[in-house]
């Protein structure tokens, strides 16, 4: 599966952005899906992912509260809401599948990336 993110950009501390992530098949739609970053010199990092049905989701520590994840399954596509960005949110976003579905948090929990789509909070 090929899976697309857009979205990504320019944006004050503070402001909002809504990340998209469009897959090529429905075979998706059974699976968990997560949004990763990495920012330049630093490993990639897991960001939030959602269940199948969307029943549980999982966020990292640092973007609780501020970030969410939906997925639109008629759509097969996953959306994360970016709110309150701070410069520390700056690096380029992935989006992933995962065979299992219920989500995980471990790069090895997901087996198709997508590519990044870069975001720059600037202070």
């Known amino acids: 599966v090929q899976l697309q993110a857009s979205g990504g950009g320019l944006v004050q501390a503070g402001g909002s952005l809504r990340l998209s992530c469009a897959a090529s098949s429905r075979t998706v739609s059974n699976n968990a899906m997560g949004w990763f970053r990495q920012a330049p010199g630093k490993e990639r990092e897991f960001v939030a992912a959602?269940?199948?049905?969307?029943?549980?989701?999982n966020y990292a520590d640092s973007v609780k509260g501020r970030f969410a994840i939906s997925r639109d399954r008629l759509k097969n596509a996953i959306y994360l809401q970016m709110n309150s960005l701070d410069p520390e949110d700056t690096a380029a976003y992935y989006c992933?599948?995962?065979?299992?579905?219920?989500?995980?948090?471990?790069?090895?929990?997901?087996?198709?990336w997508g590519q990044g789509t870069q975001v720059t909070v600037s202070s």
């Open positions: 992933a599948a995962s065979h299992r579905a219920v989500p995980g948090t471990g790069l090895r929990d997901f087996r198709s």
């Open positions: 959602i269940s199948w049905n969307g029943g549980i989701t």
